[in-house]
């Protein structure tokens, strides 16, 4: 059956684009808040609704189990995402963030959670538009043994009405499934930088004649980076960062308008959750960026984790993609990382084949809610979502 053909009971329901929208811009008009429902979608019995206090570790710790036991799965059940706590701290807390927007369902009599799901404020662009204050959705996940509850459209009802009320109707965020329906589809690919792991945990296969020996000699790299005036980013970065990134993100139809205090969130470096690094000119001027953010994977039935890199941002201007990417490559197997994972947006396509990335089988799809436009190519889309 085609993906239009299906039947999506809800998102049926929904202010999305039918595909190929010729006129642009929402889809439903903004309401007043006095049109708006004011009381909270009514849970099934014995849930009840509660909000995230991301300062307060025992309930980071709680949405790090949940998600680790109840998220993103590889298709064949092999891989789930592991979001470190300092991970969910850094996704969840950007400039103007709101514990009423990350969304918890707990059980009334235990307390436990049981369901999540968090929308964070960004200024985001379409096209010719205006930017328009948007929302990210991400991390919507529901207990394994409470699917048959149908408790995921409540949750995407009541975040809705709670951003509604502050006065924002519109949204970006991605799947690996196809609803009603996508502005633009990415393509992964992976670039292995610890072969022998790969091969050994099923990450990857040994394709007939090729040996592990011959296959870590294809892929090995330098020790050392290329590049002489590459270094770490830092706060001092923060100003040149922004004004370096928001000048190559107009070239795409999708993207964020970032703020100083978002770059300096978002992008300066944490401990296994973000690194960034800038090429300095001669007279100190920024000129090119680097990032990539840790997300390792459990391996299911190993005692074992695949600890991943993934492409965030990244500008060339003064030196080639390939040579920015791949001291980019060098950096993060030093950082410990067994794969490299980037999205074919933006220019990556650039040094994609150059630095040996292979397709990977998933494909993301990029949404936004309550807002028409035509569908875009992947090098037309200049956002990246965690």
């Not at 000048?247 to 100083?260: A, G, H, Q, W």
Request: glycine share 4%.
């Amino acid at each position: 059956m085609t993906t239009e053909a299906q039947s999506h009971p809800f998102w049926d329901t929904q202010p999305m684009a039918a595909g190929g929208a010729t006129k642009e811009g929402p889809i439903e008009a903004n309401k007043p808040q006095d049109e708006l429902r004011q009381t909270p979608y009514t849970m099934p019995p014995g849930f009840e609704w509660a909000n995230l206090k991301v300062d307060d570790e025992g309930h980071l710790l709680e949405l790090y189990d949940l998600l680790a036991n109840n998220y993103v799965e590889d298709d064949e059940a092999l891989f789930r995402f592991d979001y470190s706590q300092d991970f969910l701290r850094w996704a969840l807390t950007p400039p103007g963030y709101r514990d009423d927007f990350l969304l918890c369902v707990r059980a009334q009599k235990s307390g436990k959670l049981v369901a999540f799901i968090s929308a964070v404020p960004a200024s985001v662009r379409v096209r010719e538009a205006e930017p328009t204050s948007m929302v990210e959705i991400n991390f919507l996940c529901v207990h394994k043994k409470l699917r048959s509850k149908r408790l995921a459209p409540v949750l995407i009802k009541e975040i809705t009405r709670r951003v509604n009320m502050s006065g924002v109707f519109q949204a970006v965020y991605t799947a690996g499934v196809v609803l009603p329906v996508p502005v633009g589809t990415a393509r992964y690919n992976h670039r292995s930088l610890n072969p022998k792991k790969l091969v050994e945990v099923g990450f990857s296969r040994l394709a007939p004649r090729m040996t592990l020996a011959r296959l870590q000699k294809l892929y090995k790299l330098p020790n050392e980076t290329s590049t002489p005036t590459l270094r770490v980013m830092t706060i001092k970065d923060v100003p040149a960062v922004h004004k370096l990134l928001t000048r190559y993100l107009t070239k795409f139809d999708l993207c964020v308008c970032f703020t100083e205090d978002e770059i300096a969130h978002w992008l300066l470096p944490r401990p296994k959750v973000i690194n960034s690094y800038v090429v300095e000119g001669e007279d100190g001027s920024i000129s090119d960026m680097c990032s990539f953010y840790h997300l390792p994977s459990t391996i299911l039935g190993h005692d074992s984790t695949l600890f991943a890199a993934y492409s965030y941002y990244n500008v060339a201007t003064s030196i080639s993609w390939e040579q920015l990417m791949k001291d980019c490559l060098i950096l993060a197997k030093r950082e410990g990382s067994d794969v490299f994972n980037a999205l074919n947006l933006m220019e990556n396509d650039e040094f994609l084949q150059e630095l040996k990335f292979g397709y990977g089988d998933g494909h993301l799809q990029y949404y936004l809610y309550n807002w028409a436009c035509p569908s875009m190519k992947p090098n037309d889309i200049g956002i990246v979502l965690l």
